[in-house]
C-alpha cells in the first residue's frame, strides 16, 4: 500500500475552500490551517453572523456558480433585482431602474444615463488591445456615461477609482458581461456564514478534510528545492514525500513567507455601515449615485451599505459614517417604496473597515506569480490571476487551479 499523502491548505478564504473542494473531489486528503479563529477570509460572517461586507455575484462569475452548487450552497444565492437594478441619483433625485447588460438597453426605460453612439463605442474599445489607461481618460469625453455607469461598475468590480482603475481589466470583467443571465446579480439571501463558508465546511467535512483554526503559519522551512517543514507557533509539521503545500494567503503573507514572488503592494479599502432593523418584506439591492455610499442591501434582518474604494471614508467613525448614509438609504427606501419605517434618525449601525479589502487595480500591475513556485507547493488566492480582478470569482478560479497544478505534479510515494 502507498501513502497517497496529505495536501496542507493554509488558508481559509474561498481560494483555500475551493482548493481544499478540488483536491478532496480528487481523492486527495486535505488538512486546511487557518491563521483567524474562523474559516472564509475576507467573506466571512462576524461574531454576530453579520456578513464583514456585502459580497454580490454576477451570473458571469461560472466559477463562483459551479463552487456553490458542489457545497450544496446555489439556492441560497439569490436575484434580488430580476427587473434591472434600481438606482438613484441623490443629486438630481431621479429613481430609476437601469439594466446592467447592453443586452437590456433595448429598452429605453433600462438603459443609463449618457448611452450615445460615442460612449458605446468608447464601451467597446475596452474591448481591443492597446497600451492601457485608466477608466477615467477612456471615458473622458463620456462623464455621463461614466458617472451613470462606468464609474459604478469600476468601483464595485476593481474597488479602484476611476482615476487610477485600469481601462483593461475593466474590459476585461464587462467582455464577461455580454452573454445572457451573465449580467444578473445575486446576493447570499441568509449571509456569508450559512450561504457559503458553512456548507463549504460541511461539504469539506463529509469528504474527510480537517480545519484547524487559529494556526497561523509563520515560516516555511526549504531544502532540496521544495517545502520540508511548515512551521506554525505551536509545531512544526513535516511535509512529507508525497505531501503537498497550497498557501491560499493575501499576498503580504506570501511575500513575508517567499520574497522574490510577485505581489500586489498597494490595496484599497472598502467600509460596510450595518445598520440594525428588523422588517418584513423581500431582499432589495439598490445603487446609489452622487452619495457617499454606492450600494445598499436590504435584508429583512438588517440594512448594509457599501462604500468601495473608501480611502478617504474608512476614517469616519461609526457615528459619523451612519449618520452622513442613513439620509441616503432613507431616500433610496421611500423613492423605491420599500416597506416598513424609515425614521429620520439612524437606527442602531457600526462600521466594518476593511482595509486591505482587495489589491488596487491600477495600470502596470505586477507580474502574476508563479502558480507552482515549488514542486510541492502551489500558490491561491484572488490576487494571483492577472486576468481578473480580486474577487470571488478569482479566488475560486485560483484555488482550483492550484490543485489543478499539484494534480499535475509529479508525486514521490512512498512506501506507507
Ligand atoms: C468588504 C468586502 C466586500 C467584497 N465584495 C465582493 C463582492 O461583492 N464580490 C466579489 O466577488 N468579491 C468581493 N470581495 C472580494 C472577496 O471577498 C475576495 O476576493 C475573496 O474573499 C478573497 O479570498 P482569498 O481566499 O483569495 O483571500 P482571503 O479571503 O484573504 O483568505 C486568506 C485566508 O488566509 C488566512 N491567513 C492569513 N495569513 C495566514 C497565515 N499566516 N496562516 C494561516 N492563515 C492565514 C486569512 O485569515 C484568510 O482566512 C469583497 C471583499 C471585501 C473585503
Redesign the pocket.
Known sequence: MTDPGMVHV????????AAALALVREGRRVTL????PV??????ALPDGTD??????LGA?RA?LRFLERIGAREGWVEPEPAGLPVLDLESHVARRVALSPLGWGDARKRPEGVTLGSLLALLRLALPGADRSVAQAFAAHPVLLRALVEPLTV?AL?TPVQEASARLLGAVLRRLGGRGAARLLVARNGLGPDLVAPALATLACHGAWLRCG????GLVQGGGRVQALEFAEMTLPIGPADAVVL???PW?VAR?LPGIPVPRRHAP?L?VHFTRVAEGPIRFIGLLGGLAQWVLVRPDGISV?V?AADAEVALTDAEAAARIWPEVREAALRFGLPGDWPVTPPPARA?R?RR??PRHGLNPPAAPPRQPLPNLAL????TLASLP??????VR??EAAAAALARAPRQPVAA
Open positions: 493554509v488558508g481559509a478564504g474561498v481560494s483555500g475552500l490551517h487557518e491563521g483567524a474559516a472564509g477570509g475576507r467573506a466571512r464583514n461586507g456585502t459580497h454580490a455575484l462569475n463562483a464595485a474597488n494556526e497561523r503559519l509563520r491560499a494567503l493575501p503573507e513567507l472598502i460596510n457599501t468601495s466594518v476593511e479589502a482587495t491561491a488566492g484572488d490576487w480580486a474577487t470571488l470569482e478569482a479566488a485560483s484555488g
